[in-house]
């Protein structure tokens, strides 16, 4: 019976819809081995480090990342002054101050990321209407993960014949409808790396989805590291548990 | 306290003599006559009651945190996981607690369901674990409407929704339940104390689930009554060091979730803040609702969808009752353990259809299944009361015992008795 169970417990596991990336694109994706998953998953930062110029260069003209702080920085390696020449770029809406008057400052560390837009209408009335979501959960937010942006950023094609395509839409074979209102973002040295990485287009995009994948996921060294600790822990425990189970059973033989 | 007779020394007896916790321990925890043969199904009870303490603990950390506001309580969930000292940690254990918390509850149903816990003298233990379920499905669906993503709201929306099919007063009990005329703040903090609530009713009900168990004890495998002192041993060591290996391997699969797979239970849509102008393409509920959402929509009648929903439920309250054969264990039941299985993959079949869209060979799917479903209970259950024939059962628990240390098989099965 406990086979059954066990059996049953992995049918359900395997058939689970949310897992065998349910896009509601028929395209398979293309599947890139990050080197943050697995259980010993970590962030290559330099790559991080990278992505953020993409983001900051390329990405940030019309879409935000909110949830995160230009402190957090510090966790993908740059320095507390780099951090705070970083914020100094932006301006942010502060008060109000003695007099009863809003100012305007730069950024502090501690502020979070300044948004592109100051209200969805005003993103909208920019973008043909649409709205650019926000990229801080975006990793997280989509059947696919990582794999899914990374595909997204190169499935850029022209559109097929007989295709019914809306007036300033862009072929994407894997977005949802196929028809996405975002131009394709990069290509070849839109950006320069500090590191002389050479900016191709694919090593663009990789770096610019890993760095989505830390904001989406800040703790995630942490918690795998944690979970290592603690399973290597349980398990231990487990494995003497069964041993005393064993002795004190034997007692009724 | 009368009982003892020569005043004994010492602080603990002291209180003892007033108080008397540790004769109840004692009496509950330590000698406890439990049946010699439970196996691992058994573990799950306790599993459940160290479950909710978990969820409990978590929770009350994660309220001190969380803001139940439409404007900031995406944004304070969010919080929660980057600023919050191990916020993450509490976050990913509340949430796939919740999980974890279903499918354990889940098998110790099935487990009842195999062995015949529900039978006399355990009705009452049984109807309150089936209040226990309720209460559960009420906090777990108003804790998934806590983060207020895109599933947050619109599952809200849709399940709310399902009372307006209710004739005449169906609106009435919709606007009562939002708080207004759309699933909005005043939902959500309303959500929020319910949530906060219910938890400590479960407490409650457990404890009048744990009174009534100790009332006649643990049923076990075979189905058998305690007859003597020989089938049974003291509840310490031998089953508390049993159900600490279990949490040992329940707590490797619990953190596996956790650390390793936090969303994968969970659905991508979430992580989008709500948005009443925007549906998304499929609302599905969390997975340990989708058998009860197939069966809603296999029906084509909304009002009849919203019935069977909740009977599919409440149906197990009257288990008792529907099933009357006198052998508990499905161990000597040879045609009831056949339906068993098959209502077991039906309960998975339901949850797989329900997690598609409602179209095509679905429906179909869903229709046959949501039949079997009731007509398990309803049919086969009392038929099989009526003319199922079972093999002679062993004498006593132990004579069991012996006898499938002896001899892997069942019991000789050739003579069989008609009810």
């Known amino acids: 019976m406990l086979n059954k169970i066990l059996y049953l417990f992995l049918f359900l596991i395997f058939t689970h819809p949310h897992n065998a990336g349910s896009a509601s694109s028929d395209v398979d994706l293309i599947e890139q081995n990050w080197p943050f998953n697995g259980i010993f998953g970590r962030f290559d930062k330099a790559s991080l480090q990278r992505g953020f110029k993409v983001y900051s260069e390329v990405c940030a003209a019309c879409h935000g990342i909110r949830h995160i702080s230009y402190r957090d920085l510090g966790d993908i390696g740059y320095s507390a002054d780099e951090i705070k020449a970083i914020a100094g770029e932006y301006e942010v809406i502060d008060g109000p101050n003695d007099e009863g008057d809003m100012f305007t400052r730069d950024a502090k560390m501690s502020d979070k990321f300044v948004e592109p837009y100051e209200n969805e209408k005003i993103a909208r009335l920019a973008n043909n209407g649409v709205y650019p979501p926000d990229l801080s959960l975006i990793v997280k937010a989509r059947a696919g993960g990582a794999d899914y942006i990374y595909s997204l950023l190169n499935g850029y094609k022209d559109f097929p014949e007989n295709f019914e395509a809306s007036e300033g839409m862009y072929y994407n074979e894997y977005y949802p409808g196929k028809q996405i209102a975002m131009p394709s973002p990069i290509m070849d040295e839109i950006v320069e790396f500090d590191d002389g990485t050479e900016a191709t287009h694919l090593q663009i995009a990789r770096d610019v989805t890993s760095f989505l994948a830390w904001t989406a996921e800040p703790e995630l060294e942490v918690r795998k590291s944690l979970g290592v600790k603690t399973l290597f822990f349980l398990i231990l425990l487990t494995i003497m548990l069964l041993g005393v189970k064993r002795k004190v059973w034997k007692n009724l033989d | ?419």
């Open chain 2, 1 to 419: 306290m009368k009982d003892n007779k020569t005043e004994k020394k010492g602080f603990t007896n002291w209180i003892d003599e007033r108080l008397p916790i540790f004769t109840f321990i004692n009496h509950n925890l330590r000698d406890y006559p439990t049946p010699k043969n439970l196996n691992y199904f058994w573990n799950f009870g306790s599993l459940a009651g160290i479950t909710l303490v978990i969820m409990i603990v978590t929770g009350i950390l994660l309220a001190m945190q969380y803001t139940a506001n439409t404007e900031i309580a995406f944004d304070s969930v969010e919080r929660i996981m980057r600023d919050v000292n191990n916020g993450w940690l509490l976050r990913y254990i509340h949430m796939n607690g919740a999980s974890m918390f279903f499918i354990i509850v889940y098998i110790h149903i099935f487990r009842g369901l195999y062995y015949g816990s529900y039978k006399y003298p355990r009705e009452i233990l049984w109807m309150l674990g089936v209040v226990i379920l309720l209460l559960m499905m009420a906090t777990a669906f108003m804790g998934y409407v806590l983060p207020w993503g895109q599933m947050s709201f619109w599952g809200a929306t849709v399940i709310t929704n399902l009372f307006s099919a209710f004739p005449i007063i169906g609106d009435y009990i919709v606007t009562f339940l939002w708080g207004g005329f759309s699933v909005d703040n005043p939902t959500l903090s309303r959500f929020f104390v319910l949530h906060y609530l219910l938890p400590f009713a479960i407490v409650g009900v457990v404890a009048l689930h744990l009174v009534a168990l100790h009332q006649f004890g643990s049923n076990n495998p075979t189905g058998l009554d305690v007859k003597s002192e020989g089938d049974t041993i003291p509840f310490h060591p031998y089953y508390t060091v049993k159900d600490y290996l279990g949490l040992g391997v329940y707590l490797i699969v619990f953190a596996g979730l956790v650390f390793f797979a936090p969303n994968f239970l969970g659905h991508p849509d979430n992580y989008i803040p709500a948005n009443p102008l925007q549906t998304p393409a499929h609302i599905v509920p969390e997975w340990y609702f989708l058998p009860f959402y197939a069966i809603l929509r296999a029906v084509p009648d909304k009002l009849l969808g919203v019935l069977l929903m909740f009977a599919a439920v409440l149906i197990l309250f009257f288990l008792p009752w529907l099933d009357r054969h006198r052998v508990r264990s499905a161990n000597f039941r040879p045609f009831y353990r056949q339906f068993y299985w098959l209502f077991i993959i039906n309960c998975f079949v339901l949850g797989w259809v329900g997690a598609m869209p409602a179209e095509g060979i679905y429906v179909l799917i869903s229709r046959v299944a949501t039949l079997y479903y009731f007509g398990f209970f309803l049919i086969i259950m009392p038929l099989l009361s009526k003319f199922e024939n079972t093999p002679a059962l062993p004498s006593s628990i132990s004579a069991a015992v012996i006898s499938e240390k002896f001899d892997s098989k069942e019991p000789a099965g050739s003579e069989t008795y008609v009810k």
